[in-house]
């Protein structure tokens, strides 16, 4: 069973850029926190960004502030991170996470994935 569908992922020039969206066709996202993560192979699933439940609280890791923006309309059961500036380190697949803590930056502190998006920024 499908839960989050990611896309909006592909090939961007650098300086370049893309929103990626998250879709939750059959359920809400209800009042939990919402991320982003990417992995490159060989590492980590790292944080990208996280929002709370209304959109009012929003928190980035360091390497993508200023440059990304998450978002998300509960109405549409989908969220977005709009990149901008991107540069061939954020090339990575990028995966949505649903059912978070509020401030959450651990993939463990999300219950629900998507099965993500590939994002290719060539050198």
């Known amino acids: 069973q499908v839960q989050l569908v990611e896309s909006g992922g592909g090939l961007m020039q650098a300086g370049g850029s893309l929103r990626l969206s998250c879709s939750r066709p059959e359920r809400t996202f209800s009042t939990y926190a919402t991320g982003w993560f990417r992995q490159v192979p060989g590492k980590e699933r790292e944080f990208v960004a996280g929002i709370n439940w209304t959109g009012s609280n929003r928190w980035y890791a360091d390497f993508v502030k200023g440059r990304f923006t998450i978002s998300r309309d509960n109405t549409k059961r989908t969220m977005y991170l709009q990149m901008t500036a991107l540069k061939p380190e954020d090339t990575a697949v990028y995966y949505c996470?649903?059912?978070?803590?509020?401030?959450?930056?651990?993939?463990?502190?999300?219950?629900?994935w998507g099965q993500g998006t590939q994002v290719t920024v060539p050198s």
């Open positions: 996470a649903a059912d978070g803590y509020e401030g959450g930056r651990s993939s463990s502190d999300f219950a629900s």
